[in-house]
């Protein structure tokens, strides 16, 4: 039996481990892991176009785009639900323009984050 002296969460615990296999035995080289690469960072924003943002008012989920990409869109048409507490806002445009999304469908946002941009 070897014992090991564990923390966790700030705690120390004695730790009694049994040894399983010949006792006379060498005991085996540890196993060598190849390096992995780090992940790649997530795919850079679009950059954002000139003309009025229209920003997220609280976190949640991008549910659906009710308009195309480039379409021409009127004040207060909606133009996307996001989902918020198992509920879907209808987000609505600040102005009349051409719309050009930021974020697409099943994307999470944080509240303020650019939706897309209306010029």
Do not use: H, W
């Amino acid at each position: 039996m070897r014992n090991f002296i564990v923390t966790i969460d700030g705690k120390q615990y004695e730790v009694g481990v049994e040894e399983v296999g010949v006792a006379s035995a060498p005991a085996a080289p540890a196993p060598q892991i190849a390096a992995q690469p780090a992940p790649s960072a997530p795919a850079a924003p679009k950059s954002v176009a000139k003309g009025e943002k229209l920003v997220s008012p609280f976190p949640g989920l991008i549910k659906n785009l009710l308009v195309a990409e480039g379409a021409s869109v009127k004040k207060d048409q909606p133009v996307l639900v996001l989902e918020a507490m198992k509920m879907d806002n209808d987000i609505t445009a600040p102005c009349d323009g051409k719309i050009s999304f930021v974020v697409a469908k099943g994307a999470n946002v944080e509240s303020g984050a650019t939706l897309a941009v209306i010029g």
